[in-house]
């Protein structure tokens, strides 16, 4: 009896006649459990959702997609700054490509104090680790959402009682050449707006937050202005975005405002 197995056609691996190149081919919303670092814990466990792409030039007909799973697997669950740039670089290899692109998407959590009664509690904020090769550049980016009070300035100075508040989305997205802490852009984008959002408030802090905001407001064009302006400021960061998502609460649309920056053109 022939025991010989016959070998499986690589059916990836054959030319291609249509002479077009694909920019982006890969996995996406894989999900995977994760260890990021923490300023206060060391680390924090979470799951992540991965997007993994290579270029494929127009030679090939496909790309091995079970590659990106097995690199993703085969690296330790702790991810950093560092093991993504040796997961892009393990990524191009296998797959013998010229630019690859990884994101990771998470919930982090921060274990926030009240400010007037100091009861604690977990507040989530979505984060992604985006690193990224291209023309044989590393480039290492970390995007943060940070929600937050907003309270309008024209409100308050025309009406004779109140001004009318929303919550804002505050998503910051920051090119790094040094390390730099995810609570570290939290607290950045936080220290800016008309006030932080907690995820437990006693009375007490209700009305403190309330009055804090009404002595803090802020236009969506002040908030972007404002977190820019700290940005511009911090030298472990050569580029970033800064977009201000305001869900009004007495229209049926939402402000939005967005400031862009490479501080290194040349890089």
Known sequence: MNTTANPIDD???R???RRMAIDKV???DI?????VKDRS????HTIARFDMYVNLPQDFKGTHMSRFV???NSHDREISVASFQSMLSEMLARLEAESGYIEMRFPFFLDKAAPVTGMRSLMEYQVAIIGEISAGKMQIRVRVLVPVTSLCPCSKDISERGAHNQRSHVTVTVRVD???WIEELIELVESEASSPIYGLLKRPDEKYVTEYAYDHPKFVEDMVRDVAALLDAE???SAYVVESENFESIHNHSAYALIERDKDPTG
């Open 41 to 44: 814990e060391g680390e924090q």
């Open 70 to 72: 097995e690199i993703l």
């Open 178 to 180: 040094e390390f730099i």
């Open 235 to 237: 030298p472990r960061i």
């Open 31 to 35: 999900l995977h459990p994760v260890r």
């Open 11 to 13: 059916v990836q691996g």
């Open 26 to 28: 890969g996995i996406k």
């Open 15 to 17: 030319a291609d006649t």
